[in-house]
């Protein structure tokens, strides 16, 4: 019978004549062999016995650990580039949301104080809202087109980086196996 198939420890068996976890205890403990009463009443006696948990722990270090079966380093480093640059992207659109809006309201004269009545001036007509409006839009819309364009740019350039460094790292190792 497997471990996994093998029957609970009857909880009578937990503890020895001492009031400790005896042997075939610890190892139902280890090998997940109680019922929920018996892990709580070993973990309860496990916080305020020193003996008992040192013997435990020595039956825990006992067990082999395998090595991980691949190497998490490179995966972990590409998530870390990739929520980085998430992060940079992000900071550069609040940004130039911000730029927009103040070039926007500046733009429309939100910014200015206010002047005395000024005389009329016949020379140079005033343009109308909506051709300011559609100017500061055709401008804005320019710059977040080049904006946008050079993050682009950037984007692009960072995974071409990054599939070079990856295909430098698995075309040598092919290469010298040889």
Sequence with gaps: MTESMAPYLDNDQLFDAAGCLSDTGLEALRDDRLDDLGRLEAAEHLTFCDRCLRRYTELLERIQLSAPMRDLI?????????????????????????IALALALWRFGAFSAPT???????????????????????????????????????????WAQMADHNQNKDGPTAVTGE
């Design 74 to 98: 490179p995966q972990v480093q590409a998530l870390m580039r990739l929520r980085s640059f998430r992060i940079l992207t992000n900071r550069y659109v609040s940004v130039a949301a911000a």
């Design 116 to 158: 005395a009545a000024r005389p009329e001036q016949t020379a140079d007509p005033r343009p109308s809202f909506s051709q300011m409006l559609s100017g500061a839009l055709g401008a804005a819309s320019d710059g977040l087109n080049d904006l946008l364009d050079s993050m682009q740019s950037a984007a692009l350039s960072g």
